[in-house]
């Protein structure tokens, strides 16, 4: 089976732009989580979308960023505008309704904000 | 809520020896426990897990983990390390009531000829 697509695998932009980043999940799977490391620090959780509703986005840092999960398959993270801090790497992942079965993460896609 | 603990962020391995990466977890309730692997330029691969039944988790490339509740660890080794073991290697647990992966800070292991 494809596994968790994200792209784009690098994007740099400058201060002030909006960048969108997609997931792809695997197929059938209802979860669709984003977490985030920043450099040197520890990946950390965004968002959790079961299905195309948002469970819990209590990591989201500020509104500045929007997640979207139309009709439950892929889903994106919008930055807007972006600011240095938001640089960093942006992982998603994605799992069955039975999180014993693990999560299986995407790429990832390095963010440089200058 | 539950959290995990890896200390040393940098561990260097001579080739052939003992991979040994420490995780302590702490948790209220019986936790679910992962290893996850990064190696350059790929994402984040599943190691090996721990969710109920035997404390002893064998993973993917030799490596395994043991369960260990009254120590509140989960450690991972791999008996003698590869030259493709150099990696970024991180413990998750998720959160009770929430499905959250909360991670350790990593290790990045560094072998040596």
């Known amino acids: 089976e494809a596994g968790v697509t994200q792209f784009p695998s690098h994007s740099v932009i400058e201060k002030g732009q909006t960048v969108t980043l997609r997931c792809d999940p695997i197929?059938?799977?209802?979860?669709l989580y984003w977490y985030r490391r920043v450099m040197g620090k520890e990946i950390k959780f965004l968002l959790h979308f079961v299905k195309e509703s948002k469970q819990d986005e209590s990591g989201m840092p500020n509104n500045r960023f929007l997640a979207e999960r139309t009709g439950g398959t892929y889903s994106t993270l919008k930055v807007q505008p972006a600011e240095l801090e938001d640089s960093g790497v942006y992982f998603c992942?994605?799992?069955?309704?039975?999180?014993?079965?693990?999560?299986?993460f995407g790429s990832g896609t390095r963010l440089t904000v200058v | 809520a539950q959290s995990v603990t890896q200390l040393g962020s940098h561990v260097s391995v001579s080739e052939g020896a003992l991979v040994l990466l420490r995780c302590n977890y702490s948790?209220?309730?019986?936790?679910?426990l992962f290893w996850y692997v990064q190696y350059p330029n790929q994402g984040l691969q599943l190691l090996l897990k721990?969710?109920?039944?035997?404390?002893l988790v064998k993973g993917i490339n030799g490596f395994e983990a043991e369960f260990k509740k009254s120590e509140t660890s989960f450690h991972l080794t791999k008996p003698s390390a590869h030259m493709s073991d150099a990696a970024e290697y991180f413990c998750a647990v998720i959160q009770y009531g929430n499905n959250r992966l909360a991670f350790g800070k990593g290790n990045q292991v560094v072998v040596i000829p």
């Open positions: 992942a994605s799992s069955p309704v039975d999180v014993n079965y693990g999560y299986t």
């Open positions: 721990y969710t109920t039944g035997a404390t």
């Open positions: 197929s059938g799977h209802d979860n």
């Open positions: 948790s209220s309730v019986p936790p679910y």
